[in-house]
């Protein structure tokens, strides 16, 4: 790869963001920043009972509150057969309660008045007669015969939603029945939720006068939603216009529909006016798309040496009432089957039982790419399991199974095709940099003087960019990405891209791509995402996809333009096109460099001196289908020290080396290292989403839902090493994920590490203060 | 969300007169900080309301109170309330089992167990203010209990073959107050912060490794 | 309805006036009365700080007020930290340093931090993180608004500014 100067900063460059400008003003767009004339609001009344019929609702006197423009029930919504709308995942869910509710806080009523808090008014006295029902809050009985059954309107009566495997069973069974040594683990990922700072909304506003709909939509993936949104609302997709503008932060959360959406798009539809939602916080957290909540059971058989011979994998996922997951078709349980992990062995089977609750539906891609951070999680834990099994140390343990760089393209036992990696060198650059040998020699020491101290290693291997069109669909639709470029006489560029960025500094990224490419310099590049009206089709920003799709398509759509521009370079060089070669901006004649024109040079003569039989212009779109996905990969080593008087875990250090092939922007993808790894730390110390045996959430707020603030946070001591992507053209793998998938295990191995000598297997998440006193108090450390 | 409340006080009535208040729901409910018997459906069922305000919302819960088990010898009685919410916001029920033993000096001791459990928005929000808000309405609850045993010494021992028509009639049931969040709510925040600085305080002084 | 009442302030330097609602909070008073909507809502339990501004010299979580407690009083929110069309410190900081992904919390990061280098001009890590523990982000991991805070002290130290 060519490299750019700073000025034009292409590939590798740390430039700063260009989307910072309008942000450090408080200038950006949000959902609730769109104010139209006339618009109104709306505001969701709903259940507080995991389970129950819906006896009655009495919206008389919602609807005599002055202000009060309307009160939609699900009865209502049923005459236009709008009660239901289909999930990203085979399944329905409730727009509007019709018959029983299902979880606590459920959406019942809808109630659209001319300001906020009148609709707020107007919802408490919507008056509600329910008739509770038995709840099932624990996955572990959805199949019991004595747990009601919750989807009436299955024609299937049962709690149990699919069953899922893959693998080779009888030959792991073969390889387990032959093992020298065996380990189990039985892990928990808790259910959790992504939480971003901007909770979900949208201002629906359709217009009689035009016959269109435009929705401001917090939404990572608008193209998508747009066609489920004509498919489902029977309008016409010409005259549906979805805007996302600033989205503040979406980590997955954003990519569902939800039943507030529905509503605000009916009530607009009905009212002709614009019709804003909003919901709080507590409603993010008690109701919209939740993470994980997957119960597993990992068994690896290995022999006296540990080299590992096998990998069987049980796991029950918890999917609340309704099954929203956000995955390719093909995939019930996502990427699940990347659990095989950064380690080289022939057999491997997995089993996934899906079940409902009565719970919030779900559960989504929480910052990683589908189920993938359960998948890195079990496995990393696994091993660690293993090597305490086997008395061997758990970075040697690993380093004796790892899949070695010439092994790639290397097939898993459970049917990938990783494109590359060097996961050795990665291990290696992170033992130096945390010093690992001094670190044990260390808690040796600390051992004997009765201190507690951990030291958790986690080499993860990740899976993104989905997807091939020959595997990957979301509700129908391809994952293929798209990128359109169009150069400027004058030398600059516009370009827009199907994805969707949440905050990953894709109006910086995509320019460097451009830049690198074309040697346009990216300040003169303006990217736009977001807008369905002007923006090619994609498929969205999650799961890391990305720089893998979208990038790729960018690279290629710029490609097709350095095609067209060489024609008319040597038109205006008067030569022939094989005479000349490339250098980011500029043609030149082989052996001749003065003889040259810069990209801005054609650009201008591509609108007033086109070469005969060409078209005007200078532009090129792309849709990206691609091959394969991309596997990056990296070692985190955290260190820990327990407070035995607390049960307080402090991470005292913290090393993250990521691989993430070729980098557009190192300060960016640091960036999203910190944050990634922020959001691990909270899931392993101290988040979860629970529920009462009555069906109460008891993670409903930032009360009990805790965000790390700056003062729990660490210092991360971030590195890289690169192994490119044979498959893309740029070599680049995505990356923004990495860090909440790999992190998870990284801290919970350190503390269960730090206390190993005192016969701890395993701790399940959050691993909180209370946790590890008890567990002290246990093995007689503290009385 | 299930809670045990256990409670104990004592009162210096003789055992019959503490009994015959404890004996009768509606008498009991007149002593419960917002609630009112509305109806009595047979001998052993009652309907009835309570009003809860905590803060600036108040829950209004409409429901059956049925008792359970009678015990006229060991003065035992155990009743079970069950209510909704009105405007469909949450239930609660409460199993309570209230035992008189008498003791030196005519003292009776009056022993309360109640199994409280509450769904709904109160669940989540005010799970740690509940048992708070049990304890003030339970001392208001004794206290109001220990004022009708005061005022009944006046009046004439109820005959133990009474009808209903002439059981003496509980003082006149006024429309409830919703317990006030000023008192209670505040009252509760009081006790909790109390016990979190207590707790506090024994963790900083006490010694960690 | 209770009767409306009249809020005056002074915001980011000028003086503005409306009628509100009693129980208006501050926060959608400034983001829709005012029309400044740099100001943003990010939790009902007041623990986010993405609606901080700064009142009478004091930060203020501004979801936590009600608009009539501030009749009288100078607010300035992120709309205001800007002068003569150049970036304060602070906003060149963020921007220099990577301290913004998604943006949403940054205008409540500004003006915690506005208020903690008026009261510290020299301020640790340790007390950069205090400063800011009440704003919570979810996209940075603070390492780099830390970086900010420390960028735009040094150079406020330099030039001896306000």
Excluded at chain 1, 585 to 594: D, E, I
Excluded at chain 2, 124 to 142: C, D, P
Excluded at chain 3, 152 to 157: C, E, G, N
Aim: aromatic share 8%.
């Amino acid at each position: 790869m060519q490299q750019t100067t700073p000025e034009v900063g292409g590939m590798g460059h740390s430039i700063k963001r260009k989307e910072d400008l309008r942000f450090i003003q408080g200038k950006g767009n949000y959902v609730d920043d769109v104010h139209l004339p006339d618009m109104v609001y709306g505001h969701l009344v709903r259940s507080p009972y995991a389970h129950a019929r819906l006896k009655s609702i009495n919206t008389e006197r919602a609807k005599a509150l002055p202000g009060v423009l309307a009160v939609i029930t699900g009865e209502d919504l049923a005459k236009a057969n709008l009660a239901w709308m289909p999930t990203l995942y085979f399944d329905k869910q409730m727009v509007l309660a019709t018959g029983k509710v299902l979880f606590q806080s459920q959406e019942v009523a809808f109630v659209v008045a001319e300001d906020r808090y009148t609709a707020a008014d107007a919802a408490e006295l919507v008056e509600v007669e329910y008739e509770e029902l038995p709840v099932l809050v624990d996955p572990h009985k959805a199949t019991d015969p004595s747990s009601p059954i919750l989807r009436e309107d299955r024609e299937e009566k049962s709690n149990h939603i699919f069953h899922w495997e893959v693998g080779d069973k009888s030959a792991t069974d073969k390889a387990f029945q032959n093992a020298a040594v065996k380990a189990d683990v039985h892990a928990v990922f808790q259910r959790c939720h992504p939480a971003p700072l901007e909770t979900c909304g949208c201002v629906a506003d359709f217009n009689r006068a035009t016959g269109r709909l435009t929705i401001y939509l917090t939404s990572q993936a608008p193209h998508a939603h747009r066609t489920l949104f004509a498919l489902v609302g029977g309008i016409a997709e010409n005259n549906i216009r979805v805007i996302s503008p600033d989205i503040g932060g979406g980590f997955g959360n954003k990519v569902p529909i939800y039943p507030g959406y529905v509503c605000a798009v009916v009530a607009s539809l009905t009212l002709g006016r614009p019709v804003k939602w909003i919901e709080t916080r507590s409603e993010n957290l008690q109701s919209t798309g939740f993470a994980r909540d997957y119960h597993m059971t990992a068994e690896l058989a290995a022999d006296s040496d540990g080299k590992i011979q096998a990998l069987r994998v049980k796991t029950l996922a918890d999917h609340g009432a309704f099954n929203a997951a956000a995955q390719p078709t093909k995939f019930p349980a996502g990427l699940f089957s990347i659990c095989t992990g950064a380690y080289d062995y022939p057999n491997a089977f997995c089993e996934v039982d899906g079940v409902y609750t009565n719970k919030a539906p779900g559960g989504i891609a929480y910052r990683c790419s589908f189920r993938v951070t359960e998948a890195a999680y079990l496995i990393e834990r696994a091993v660690d399991v293993l090597a305490q099994e086997l008395k061997i140390d758990p970075v040697e343990l690993r380093q004796r199974n790892f899949i070695r760089p010439d092994r790639f393209p290397y097939k898993s036992p459970l049917g990938w095709s990783f494109d590359s990696g060097n996961y050795q060198a990665a291990m290696d650059l992170a033992l130096q940099k945390v010093g690992y040998a001094e670190l044990r020699k260390q808690q040796e020491e600390k051992r004997k003087k009765g201190e507690l101290m951990g030291i958790g290693v986690s080499s993860f291997v990740e899976i993104v960019g989905a997807g091939p069109a020959h595997t990957f669909d979301i509700a129908g639709i391809k994952m293929f990405d798209s990128a359109e470029i169009r150069v400027h006489p004058t030398g600059k560029a516009i370009c827009r891209m199907g994805t969707k960025s949440q905050g990953q500094g894709h109006e910086t990224t995509y320019a460097q791509i451009v830049a690198q490419e074309l040697g346009i310099p990216a300040a003169d590049v303006t990217v736009e995402e977001g807008d369905t009206d002007t923006a090619p089709y994609g498929l969205g920003t999650y799961a890391s996809r990305s720089t893998p799709v979208s990038g790729a398509a960018t690279a290629v759509a710029a490609g097709k333009i350095r095609e067209k521009a060489r024609k008319i370079a040597a038109h205006l060089l008067e030569c022939s096109e094989e005479d000349l070669e490339w250098e980011p901006g500029k043609f030149f004649v082989k052996g001749a460099p003065s003889k040259s024109k810069t990209i801005q040079d054609i650009a201008f003569a591509a609108y007033t001196n086109i070469p005969e039989g060409l078209e005007a212009g200078l532009e090129a779109v792309d849709y990206y289908d691609p091959p394969n996905l991309t596997f990056p990969f990296g070692t985190y080593i955290c260190v820990v020290d327990i407070d035995k008087g607390t049960g307080e875990v402090k991470v005292r250090r913290f090393v993250a080396v990521d691989d993430c092939g070729n980098v557009i922007n190192p300060m960016i993808v640091d960036g999203q290292i910190h944050g990634g790894l922020t959001e691990g730390l909270a899931i392993a110390f101290m988040q979860q989403i629970d529920y009462d045996e009555n069906g109460n959430v008891q993670g409903g707020s930032f009360m009990d839902y805790l965000i790390p603030t700056a003062v729990e946070t660490p210092h991360w001591d971030t590195d890289k090493t690169c192994t490119p992507s044979p498959h893309h053209p740029l070599g680049a793998k995505g990356v923004g994920e990495s860090p909440n998938v790999g992190s998870p295990a990284a801290f919970v191995n350190a503390v269960v590490d730090a206390l190993s000598h005192l016969g701890v297997r395993h701790i399940d998440m959050p691993i909180t203060p209370w946790k590890v006193w008890n567990v002290l108090k246990e093995k007689g450390v503290v009385s | 969300m299930a809670l045990r409340i256990e409670k104990t006080f004592q009162v210096s009535q003789p055992i019959e007169k503490v009994w015959s208040i404890l004996s009768d729901p509606a008498k009991v409910a007149s002593c419960v900080p917002g609630a009112q018997i509305t109806e009595k459906v047979d001998d052993k069922t009652y309907k009835g309301s309570i009003s809860v305000k905590v803060g600036p919302s108040v829950t209004d819960y409409k429901g059956e109170v049925q008792i359970l088990r009678l015990d006229e010898q060991n003065h035992e009685i155990e009743i079970q309330g069950k209510g909704q919410d009105v405007r469909g916001r949450g239930s609660a029920a409460m199993t309570m089992t209230g035992k008189l033993a008498m003791l030196d000096g005519g003292i009776t001791q009056v022993t309360s167990i109640s199994e409280v459990n509450v769904v709904g928005i109160l669940a989540q929000m005010g799970s740690r203010v509940i048992t708070e808000v049990s304890n003030v309405m339970f001392n208001q609850f004794s206290q109001n209990f220990q004022k009708l045993l005061n005022q009944s010494i006046d009046q004439p021992p109820v005959a133990n073959s009474a009808t209903a028509a002439t059981v003496v009639p509980a003082p006149v049931p006024q429309p409830p107050e919703p317990i006030e969040p000023g008192s209670i709510a505040w009252q509760a925040f009081k006790q909790m912060l109390s016990r979190w600085l207590r707790a506090l305080k024994s963790m900083f002084s006490g010694q960690s490794a | 309805m209770a009767k409306k009442q009249l809020v005056r302030v002074k915001v980011n330097g000028r003086d503005r006036q409306a009628e509100v609602e009693p129980r208006l909070l501050l926060v959608h008073f400034i983001r829709e009365v005012l029309g400044l909507t740099g100001t943003h809502v990010g939790c009902d339990t007041s623990h986010c700080g993405a609606c901080t501004v700064v009142l009478d010299g004091k930060i203020v979580k501004s979801c936590t007020m009600f608009a009539p407690q501030a009749d009288g009083s100078e607010l300035l929110t992120v709309e205001g930290l800007m002068t003569n069309g150049n970036l304060h410190p602070l906003q060149e900081g963020f921007k220099e340093e990577h301290g913004l992904q998604c943006g949403f919390c940054t205008p409540g990061m500004l003006m915690s931090s506005y208020v903690l280098l008026q009261n510290n001009k020299k301020p640790t890590e340790e007390d950069i993180r205090w400063g800011i523990s009440g704003n919570l982000c979810r996209c940075t991991g603070y390492q780099n608004i830390v970086k900010a805070v420390q960028f735009a002290a040094a150079k406020m130290d330099q030039r001896g500014a306000k």
